[in-house]
């Protein structure tokens, strides 16, 4: 069985995914989600809207393109609805930080 999975991860096509853009573009681009969902302890004041919103809309778009793209990238579209999810989550965070709420005054020093 060991001989077998060397062997397939020792073929060309295997090799050329690898080192492609197709593979390490999406590797790369895990860094949006991860820190978005990083974020998600933090206080919703330092929450972006236009920003989390700019990033919803991108993830949204290039879900399309990882999905239409042939060969299909499953690996970008998996990194897109994640994104896509934790954006949301954040702008719900932020709506409901600055909509939702009654907020308590601040206090003065």
């Known amino acids: 069985m060991s001989k077998r999975l060397s062997k397939s991860l020792l073929t060309k096509e295997t090799r050329d995914y690898f080192l492609s853009t197709h593979f ?14 990083s974020d998600t302890r933090k206080h919703p004041k330092i929450i972006s809207g236009k920003m989390t919103l700019a990033l919803t809309l991108y993830s949204l778009v290039f ?11 499953l690996l970008l579209f998996a990194c897109h609805i994640t994104n ?16 939702g709420q009654q907020k308590e005054p601040e206090q003065k020093k």
């Not at 860094?31 to 978005?36: E, F, G, R």
């Not at 934790?86 to 909509?99: C, E, I, N, P, S």
């Open 24 to 37: 390490w573009g999406p590797i790369f681009n895990w860094m949006i989600p991860i820190a978005a969902i």
């Open 63 to 73: 879900m399309r393109f990882a999905w239409k793209v042939q060969p299909r990238n």
């Open 84 to 99: 896509a999810g934790a954006q949301m989550t954040q702008g719900y965070r932020f709506l409901d930080y600055h909509y």
